[in-house]
T-cell receptor, first 112, second 114 residues
Framework: KQEVTQIPAALSVPEGENLVLNCSFT??????LQWFRQDPGKGLTSLLL?????REQTSGRLNASLDKSSGRSTLYIAASQPGDSATYLC???????????FGTGTRLLVSP | ETGVTQTPRHLVMGMTNKKSLKCEQH?????MYWYKQSAKKPLELMFV???????ENNSVPSRFSPECPNSSHLFLHLHTLQPEDSALYLC?????????????FGEGSWLTVV
């Protein structure tokens, strides 16, 4: 059974800092991994999708890397802004019906 | 118009009530999902509908009953719920179920069981 751990559980940084969120998973037999953002009381928004054959994906100030063999992914946020404050979740995807398994997330607060 | 719309956004119901959550997707997708998000727990997949076939998490109690009348609409029928069922229920959709398809979520329905 896939288990996903995200560290740290919460992070508070001043605006402008570069930061790294970590995700580890126990079953490396994944097809892809997605990073999501969740604002308080809202649904999830997909940020980046990395295929198992890829090492990283970039979108704007976000860069996600994947090391499938070691069961790790990182989300790098450059030049953080207050608008980046949210909970970030990673979800490795298995076979079949998009069987994403989610971590409990990292709650990020970026202060002005 | 948002891609995945859920109604109601908030619902309070007694343990003997029967209610339903509704989800509609406007993305032309052919797979829809129900997830449960409880405080301090990971999202839990409850049901998947793909091309009218249903796949469910065997740990979901029978007091939750999904219905998918077509590829754009998904319901979650609720009856005789327990207080521990209070949570955020998220609907999602994707095009196909194979690897590499981005999944889109609605904003969720907050359910409180009293």
């Amino acid at each position: 059974k896939q288990e996903v751990t995200q560290i740290p559980a919460a992070l508070s940084v001043p605006e402008g800092e570069n930061l790294v969120l970590n995700c580890s998973f126990t079953d490396s037999a994944i097809y892809n991994l997605q990073w999501f953002r969740q604002d308080p009381g809202k649904g999830l928004t997909s940020l980046l999708l990395i295929q198992s054959s890829q090492r990283e994906q970039t979108s704007g100030r976000l860069n996600a890397s994947l090391d499938k063999s070691s069961g790790r992914s990182t989300l790098y946020i450059a030049a953080s802004q207050p608008g980046d404050s949210a909970t970030y979740l990673c979800a490795p995807g298995g076979t079949g019906f998009q069987k994403l398994v989610f971590g409990t997330g990292t709650r990020l607060l970026v202060s002005p | 118009e948002t891609g995945v719309t859920q109604t109601p956004r908030h619902l309070v119901m007694g343990m003997t009530n029967k209610k339903s959550l509704k989800c509609e997707q406007h993305l032309g997708h052919n797979a829809m999902y129900w997830y449960k998000q409880s405080a301090k727990k990971p999202l839990e997949l409850m049901f998947v509908y793909s091309l009218e076939e249903r796949v469910e998490n065997n740990s979901v109690p029978s007091r939750f009953s999904p219905e998918c009348p077509n590829s754009s609409h998904l319901f979650l029928h609720l009856h005789t719920l327990q207080p521990e069922d209070s949570a955020l229920y998220l609907c999602a959709s994707s095009q196909g179920t194979s690897s590499g398809n981005t999944i889109y979520f609605g904003e969720g329905s907050w359910l409180t069981v009293v």
